[in-house]
């Protein structure tokens, strides 16, 4: 017999004055790792297959995106950054890059 729901339900947040245990698990913290796992793990999916990372970043290459970038970034000597596809390269490397970090 499986007790987990009801000890689930038992371990209350941090911060109420009455709680039976000493530490609580806060909700924010455990969405946290719950989306950083869903991120890596749809980054590795994408990486099964050729053109994967591609298709995972196409939604966010866009010429909004493009824009908002260039002008969070008014201090470079140059357009930053240059094109389309490099923006699609710079969205892979930072996909790729925070499925590795440590959160």
């Known amino acids: 017999m499986c ?5 689930i339900r038992a371990i209350p947040e941090a911060g109420f004055d009455n709680q039976p245990y000493p530490f609580g698990t806060h909700r924010e913290q455990v969405r946290l790792h719950v989306e950083t796992a869903q991120a890596a793990i749809t980054t590795w999916l994408a990486c099964q297959y050729e053109g994967g990372l591609e298709e995972l970043v ?10 908002s970038i260039r002008a969070e970034n008014p201090h470079q000597n140059e357009v930053w950054p240059p094109s389309m596809d490099y923006l699609r390269h710079l969205l892979i490397d930072l996909r790729v890059q925070a499925s590795w970090a440590q959160p």
């Open 58 to 67: 196409a939604p966010e290459v866009t010429e909004e995106t493009l824009a």
């Open 3 to 7: 007790t987990a729901p009801g000890r």
